[in-house]
C-alpha cells in the first residue's frame, strides 16, 4: 500500500503546491475585504496566517520522521512547503506592520523592543529569511551541499522561536500553542539525536534527509 502511495506522490510535481498551499491565504484575505471574519478581521488574518506558517513548518519537520518511521517519503516536496510557510510568515508580518500598525515605524521599533512576544516573532521571521533566500538549486550549486547544509539547520530555532512566539502572544494559555511548541520540540530533539547517532556508509536517501 506504501509503495503505491509512494509511486502516486512521484508522479505530483511539486510546483502544485505553491498554488494549493496559497489559496487558503488567498481565500481568507477575501473573507477579511468583505467582512466575514468577524468583529476584528486585522487580527482574525494576523492570528490566521501565523497559525499556517507554524503548521507548514511542522510539516517540514516531520517529513523526515515520517520517511524513517513510516516509510512515506514526501521529500521532493519539503523545498515547496518550507518556502510556503515562509509565505505565510510574510503575509502574518505584512498583516501586523500594514493592516495593524498603518505603517507607523516609530511604532513598530518600540514594539519590537519593548513587547517579548513581537521579539521574539521578528528573530523568527530573521532566522527563516536566509533559508527562503537559499531555497533554490542555484543557492545549493552556489554555497556547496556542506555549507547549505549547515545554513539550513536554521530550520531547528526558527521552528522553535516560531512555537515560542506563538506561545507569548496567546494570554489565557490554552493547551493549543503548548501543543504546537511540543511538537516542534519533540521533532528538533529527534533531529539532535540523529545528528548524534553513528551513521551508516553510504545509507541509501542519507544526504536528501539532511537538506533541511
Known sequence: MLTWVNDMLRRIPAWVLYPGLALPGVVYF??????????????????QYGEWALQLMIAVLAI?????????????????????????????LMVWVVLDKWLNWAGIWEDIVKRPF?????????LLLPLAVTSNNQALR?????????????????????????????????????IYLAIVTGLVAMRVLWTRMPRRANRPGAAAQNQS
Open 142 to 178: 552556489k554555497l556547496g551541499g556542506a555549507a547549505w547544509r549547515k545554513l539550513h539547520l536554521l530550520t531547528y530555532p526558527a521552528a522553535i522561536t516560531g512555537a515560542v512566539h506563538y506561545l507569548l502572544i496567546v494570554k489565557s494559555w490554552p493547551p493549543e500553542p503548548m
Open 64 to 92: 523526515t520522521p515520517l520517511r524513517r518511521f513510516v516509510g512515506l517519503n514526501l521529500l521532493k516536496f519539503r523545498r515547496a512547503v518550507g518556502l510556503m510557510s515562509f509565505f505565510y510568515v510574510v503575509l502574518h
Open 30 to 47: 477575501y473573507w477579511g475585504v468583505t467582512n466575514q471574519l468577524g468583529a476584528d478581521p486585522v487580527e482574525r488574518l494576523e492570528h
Open 118 to 126: 513581537i521579539t521574539v516573532g521578528m528573530l523568527a521571521f530573521l
